[in-house]
């Protein structure tokens, strides 16, 4: 089955901090096997809507709704690993 690299996009996150929701938007890559693109896109964003790591920092309560966005998708020639972690946040302007 071929792997692919899903950079994908995520904005509006309610990041809690000190007590306090604020609203970041976020780029991080996923890389996973799958049949298609579509399959490759679909199972990346799984990923991140079940990260623990994420979900744990998010205020749930919060009246927006994230949003997650395909930035670019390719497939590889190899790659060891799959699955992938970390976020390069950005604060959302209001």
Request: aromatic content about 12%; hydrophobic content about 40%.
């Amino acid at each position: 089955m071929p792997k692919y690299s899903v950079i994908l996009e995520g904005k509006n996150f309610p990041i809690l901090s000190n007590g306090n929701a604020e609203l970041f938007g976020f780029i991080t890559t996923r890389k996973v096997k799958a049949s298609d693109l579509n399959e490759a896109k679909l199972k990346a964003v799984e990923l991140i809507k079940k990260d623990p790591s994420l979900i744990s920092s998010l205020d749930l309560d919060h009246e927006v709704t994230p949003e997650i966005f395909l930035d670019s998708i390719y497939k590889l020639k190899w790659w060891n690993s799959l699955g992938g972690k970390g976020y390069t946040f950005y604060k959302m302007k209001s």
